[in-house]
């Protein structure tokens, strides 16, 4: 059964997987919006932003990495529901296929999506003046809190893929993700801030995930930001898992 589920999963996941290299355009448009806005940061606003010591752009990755992967998911949401409405998912079901693999296919695909514009994020940021000393155990306790981050996006961006009765629909919930970090300590300290603002930003998910990652790679002392990050990453996506696929056992039932 797991060899069956595994063998669907794989051969579904190249079908999404081809879909989006015949239109590169996707990750291009993912990737634009974080890149403007990290550049626009550093080199417009950053010379008047206090962020402490080091280079805007070290201070301010963290967050646009966050925005990339909100912005990627929009497009898995989009999938999913152009999948719906084709009625691709009678045919499937029609099929001898394991039938969680058509979601995970999904998943997989916006796993793979997402890193891919992260890694074209970060490889501008090397462009106009991120370093970092950070070892190999650092970048990749960085990575797989990313890759946390982006699969509790994704399970959630199923919900409205496929409960959506619009396009629209599908793809507008993820606005609010990617607004997110700008009440965070993404682009400034929290310390700036107005008090209900404080309170608000120090206590959302992502200000704990960009701070983590920052110390990680800044190679300060990792204070409790990085368990505070994983037990969001790790509870969001348990419970986007879980209504995820109740919703998808309820739609095809």
């Known amino acids: ?46 010379g008047a932003i206090k962020h402490g010591s080091g280079s805007y752009v070290s201070y301010l990755l963290p967050g646009i990495l966050l925005i990339t ?6 497009y898995t949401a989009y999938r999913l529901f152009q999948d719906t409405q084709s009625g691709i998912f009678e045919r499937f079901q029609s099929m001898p296929i394991a039938r969680s693999s058509v979601l995970w296919a999904h998943v ?27 070892g190999v155990l650092a970048w990749l306790a960085i990575a797989g809190i990313v890759i946390l981050f982006t699969l509790a996006l994704t399970w959630l961006a199923i919900i409205p893929g496929l409960t959506a009765k619009t396009v629209d629909g599908a793809s507008a919930f993820s606005y609010p993700l990617i607004f997110l970090p700008f009440i965070s300590s993404a682009f ?30 800044t190679q300060q002392p990792v204070s409790t930001d990085i368990w505070i990050a994983l037990a969001w990453c790790l509870g969001l996506l348990s419970v986007a898992y879980a209504l995820a696929i109740g919703i998808y056992h309820r739609k095809i039932s």
Do not use: W
Request: charged share 10%.
């Open 188 to 217: 400034v300290p929290t310390d700036s801030m107005p008090g209900p603002v404080r309170a608000f930003a120090e206590n959302q998910p992502v200000t704990s995930i960009v701070n983590a990652i920052r110390d990680l790679y």
């Open 108 to 134: 997989l695909t916006s796993l793979v999506a997402n890193l891919v514009s992260v890694v074209v994020v970060v490889l501008v940021a090397l462009l106009i003046g991120f370093r970092s000393g950070a």
């Open 69 to 74: 992967v909100a912005s990627g998911i929009s």
């Open 1 to 46: 059964m797991k060899k069956h589920f595994f063998g669907d999963t794989a051969v579904l996941t190249g079908r999404s997987l081809k879909h989006i290299t015949r239109s590169l355009d996707t990750i291009i448009t993912t990737a634009v919006i974080p890149i403007s806005l990290m550049l626009l940061f550093v080199f417009v606003f950053g």
